[in-house]
């Protein structure tokens, strides 16, 4: 697939020529299955950036059907661009398990302030109760917590006061 910068006048109508802005083509090739029949491009890529097939499945199929000899330099290249390819992995893996704690450490912070917010109101509302004999709406009252909160809150509360 071929993607091109066009010219389009949003306000006005100026013209450029198309050298001066179509400086840059995107060609993105999408990959399938190294058991592809055909003997193409298509096919040579996807033999080498293959994951599944093993080095010695590759090097087999690049002398046989592309007639691309396995010299001592052609293996170190072939190395070197599945080390690169492993690299990238890898580092994409490590990305992803430290984002994937850092979100963790977020969540279970906010969870634990959240927690924390929460069982505050209920000592608080508990506290106020039971030092000036109070229902457990009239605590919640006179500590200012939110109505929309109440029913959270309430059956904590009055389980506190039962024991």
């Not at 001066?20 to 995107?26: C, M, P």
């Not at 293959?50 to 592309?66: G, R, V």
């Amino acid at each position: 697939t071929r993607y091109a910068i066009k010219e389009e006048n949003v306000i006005g109508k100026v013209q450029s020529k198309r050298e001066d802005y179509d400086l840059l083509s995107i060609v993105m090739v999408c990959l399938g299955s190294p058991e592809r029949a055909e003997k193409d491009l298509l096919r040579l890529l996807n033999v080498l950036l293959s994951q599944e097939l093993p080095p010695d499945t590759k090097k087999n199929i690049l002398k046989d059907d592309f007639a691309i000899p396995m010299t001592y330099s052609m293996l170190k290249e072939a190395g070197t661009m599945l080390t690169m390819w492993d690299v990238a992995e890898q580092q994409g893996i490590e990305k992803g398990i430290s984002q994937g704690i850092s979100q963790g450490i977020s969540q279970g912070i906010s969870q634990g302030i959240s927690q924390g917010i929460s069982q505050g109101y209920i000592n608080a509302a508990t506290n106020v109760a039971q030092r000036y004999n109070l229902s457990v709406e009239d605590a919640m009252d006179a500590i200012g917590i939110n109505h929309d909160d109440r029913e959270t809150y309430a059956p904590a509360i009055a389980a506190n006061l039962a024991r």
